[in-house]
């Protein structure tokens, strides 16, 4: 048995969460709670390109996806994407403010809009809900 078949083995109800974040740390951070949550990070996306080439080898259930990235990509463009092509249940992380974030995403419908730094609980709140969703 190799390692992936022992990790799946003791989390059976383990869901695959993507990580669109270009800030190192901050994904780091996201990886330690999804695993805390056991859940499973399918992968960390710096782009949109990485989002979808992740996304298009195993469809995530729920993404986490930073609104600014890397090369000027559109977080919620992303975001909409992964919805799109994959039924992905999104979680929009914003360094510019909710309002702000809100009126930038008319045509999005996210599980959360969290503001970064997030809160722990508020965080692992939306992920179950995010999961719930999907789930039905």
């Known amino acids: ?3 992936l078949e022992a990790d799946s083995t003791q989390r059976p109800n383990a869901q695959k969460i993507l990580i669109v974040e270009d800030e190192h740390l901050i994904a780091m951070y996201l990886s330690d709670l999804i695993d805390d949550l056991g859940h499973e990070v399918l992968g960390m996306a710096r782009s949109r390109v990485e989002a979808i080439e992740v996304a298009t080898m195993e469809p995530p259930a729920l993404a986490l996806v930073d609104i600014g990235l890397s090369g000027g990509d559109d977080g919620i463009a992303v975001a909409n994407e992964l919805a799109d092509r ?10 510019a403010g909710r309002s702000a974030t ?3 995403m008319a045509n999005t419908e996210p599980v959360a809009v969290l503001s970064k730094p997030c809160d ?3 965080l ?4 179950s809900r995010g999961l719930a969703t999907r789930q039905r």
């Open 1 to 3: 048995m190799n390692a």
């Open 86 to 95: 994959f039924g992905t249940a999104i979680i929009i992380l914003t360094g």
């Open 102 to 104: 809100e009126d930038h």
């Open 120 to 122: 722990h609980k508020e």
């Open 124 to 127: 692992a709140d939306a992920i």
